[in-house]
C-alpha cells in the first residue's frame, strides 16, 4: 500500500490530502493564467500545474494550504508531475493540519541541540566559544524547526540543526586526521555558516524567503551579527574577522555566492563538508525509493544527472 506521494510511479493515479508549500501564478502561452503548485507530504513533494485558473483560485491555493487532490502521476523533463484532476482545500471536517505533511529530521530537535552545545562546550578559545554560544543560543529555538533550504538539500522540518550535526561529525573525523586544523574555528564556522537561514527563510511550512532574505540573504545576515555579537559582549581581536571569513566564503566561489573566496584552512575545509553533506542528502532522498537496477529522477542541482541505483545495494535508506 502506498503511504506518500514519493510512493507513486509514472502513471499511478491519486487520491489523497497533500500541503501546499509554493504556489506561483504564470501566463501559458495562449495567455490564460496558471499557478505552479509545489505539493508536499511526510514522503517528500512533487510538482503541480493548476491550468487555467480564476482569480479565486489564485486566492484560494497559496501556501500553507491543505488540499484534497486527485491526478495522475506523469513525466515532464525526466521528472515527475502531478496532473491534477480535482482539487478543494480542506476543512475542519478533514481532519488534518500541517504537521501531518511535512518531512522531518531523523533526529529528535532536542537531541541535535544537545549534540551542538556539547561542540561548543569543547571549544578551548573564550572569544569564539563566546561568540558561537551567544548567536547559538539567541537562535536556537527557530535553529531547532528551520530547513536548511527551499529545496534542494534538507529542505524539511528541522533539517538546518541536521545539517550542522552531520558537518560536526564530519568535522570531527577530519581534524583528527588533520591535526593542524583549528578544531574551535571549524566548528564554529560549521555552527554559524547558515544560522542566518533562520531570518532568511519563512520557515518550515511555508518554502519562501522573507524580505529580509531576499534582499540581505543569510550570508550578510549573520555576518553582521557576528559583529553585532562581538560589539555586544566587548570582543576585540582578530578572531571576529575570521569567523566573519568562515561565512561570507563558505560556498567556495563567487559564482556559487561566496562574497570572498576561502583563504584560510578551515574555511576550505568547511565548504567541502557544507558540500558533502548537501550533497549526500539530495542523492539519497533521490535514490530512497529507486530500485536496485533502476535510476532516479534528474537531479537539477548535480547537473541534472540521474543517479544509477546498484542493484547489490542494501536497502532501505531509513532518511
Known amino acids: 500500500m502506498k503511504t506518500g ?30 499557478l505552479t503548485l509545489h505539493m508536499s507530504d511526510k514522503s517528500g513533494e512533487i510538482e503541480a500545474k493548476l491550468w487555467g485558473i480564476a482569480p479565486e483560485d489564485e486566492a484560494t491555493f497559496v501556501s500553507a494550504t491543505i488540499v484534497h ?18 482539487i478543494r482545500p480542506t476543512t475542519s471536517m478533514d481532519q488534518v493540519k500541517p504537521a501531518d505533511f511535512l518531512p522531518s529530521a531523523p533526529l529528535d530537535p532536542e537531541e541535535m541541540l544537545e549534540r551542538v552545545t556539547q561542540y561548543i ?15 547559538f543560543k539567541k537562535h536556537q529555538v527557530a535553529f531547532s524547526q ?14 538546518l540543526a541536521y545539517h550542522v550535526v552531520s558537518m560536526l561529525e564530519l568535522a570531527k573525523s577530519i581534524a583528527t586526521l588533520y591535526p593542524s586544523l583549528d578544531r574551535d574555528l571549524l566548528y564554529a564556522g560549521i555552527i554559524l555558516h547558515d544560522l542566518g537561514k533562520v531570518r532568511e527563510l519563512a520557515g518550515p511550512i511555508v518554502s519562501e524567503y522573507t524580505l529580509e532574505g531576499k534582499l540581505l540573504g543569510h550570508i550578510s545576515i549573520i555576518v553582521n551579527e557576528i559583529d553585532e555579537a562581538a560589539k ?88
Open 5 to 34: 506521494i514519493n510512493q507513486y510511479k509514472i502513471g499511478d493515479s491519486i487520491d489523497m490530502y497533500l500541503l501546499i508549500k509554493s504556489a506561483k501564478k504564470a501566463t501559458a502561452s495562449n495567455g490564460k493564467a496558471f
Open 69 to 86: 487532490v486527485t491526478g495522475e502521476i506523469q513525466e515532464f523533463r525526466g521528472m515527475r508531475q502531478l496532473k491534477i484532476k480535482s
Open 121 to 135: 562546550f569543547e571549544m578551548q578559545n573564550a572569544k569564539i566559544q563566546r561568540i558561537t554560544r551567544h548567536l
Open 146 to 159: 528551520s530547513p536548511a533550504a527551499t529545496k534542494n538539500h534538507h529542505e524539511f522540518v528541522s533539517g
Open 232 to 319: 555586544e559582549l566587548e570582543i576585540e581581536g582578530e578572531e571576529v574577522l575570521v569567523l566573519q571569513h568562515l561565512v561570507l566564503s563558505h560556498h567556495g566561489k563567487g559564482e556559487w555566492g561566496s562574497p570572498k573566496p576561502p583563504l584560510i584552512r578551515e574555511a576550505e575545509i568547511l565548504h567541502m563538508i557544507d558540500n558533502i553533506d548537501a550533497k549526500m542528502n539530495m542523492m539519497d532522498r533521490a535514490l530512497m525509493n529507486v530500485k536496485p537496477g533502476e535510476f532516479s529522477e534528474r537531479i537539477f542541482p548535480m547537473e541534472n544527472r540521474s543517479l544509477y541505483k546498484p542493484t547489490f545495494h542494501d536497502e532501505p535508506l531509513d532518511l
